[in-house]
Nanobody
Framework: DVQLVESGGGSVQAGGSLTLSCAIFDSTRSTNCMGWFRQAPGKEREGAASIYRGSGKRVYADSVNGRFTISRDIGNNTVYLRMDILRPEDTAMYYC???????????????????WGQGTQVTVS
């Protein structure tokens, strides 16, 4: 089983930065990919960034590319999302997710990410 616990959300002014953390509890070490997703009120959940656990290859959504950085610490089983130059439209609940296979961020992502954290709120004003 895989359990994910996010932390690091909060309120920040536009142009500021936040770093989210996702602690991964994966007893079988079967996780292949980790992703960060977000959902704003009244909108569908969308992908922000993903990273392959082994290779470290990263994928970013166009809306965050160049401003957000996803990284992983294999030894501490933690994935991070560094968010810079935050905008009001980045306001959302952010979720960490784990996939046992691929790392898509598109509309079919729910087929891949089987495990989800409880979410952490990010508010940009």
């Amino acid at each position: 089983d895989v359990q994910l616990v996010e932390s690091g959300g909060g309120s920040v002014q536009a142009g500021g930065s936040l770093t989210l953390s996702c602690a991964i509890f994966d007893s079988t070490r079967s996780t292949n990919c980790m992703g960060w997703f977000r959902q704003a009120p009244g909108k569908e959940r969308e992908g922000a960034a993903s990273i392959y656990r082994g290779s470290g290859k990263r994928v970013y959504a166009d809306s965050v590319n160049g401003r957000f950085t996803i990284s992983r610490d294999i030894g501490n089983n933690t994935v991070y999302l560094r968010m810079d130059i935050l905008r009001p439209e980045d306001t959302a609940m952010y979720y960490c997710a784990a996939s046992l296979s691929g790392c898509p961020l598109g509309s079919d992502f729910e087929r891949y990410y089987a495990y989800w954290g409880q979410g952490t709120q990010v508010t940009v004003s």
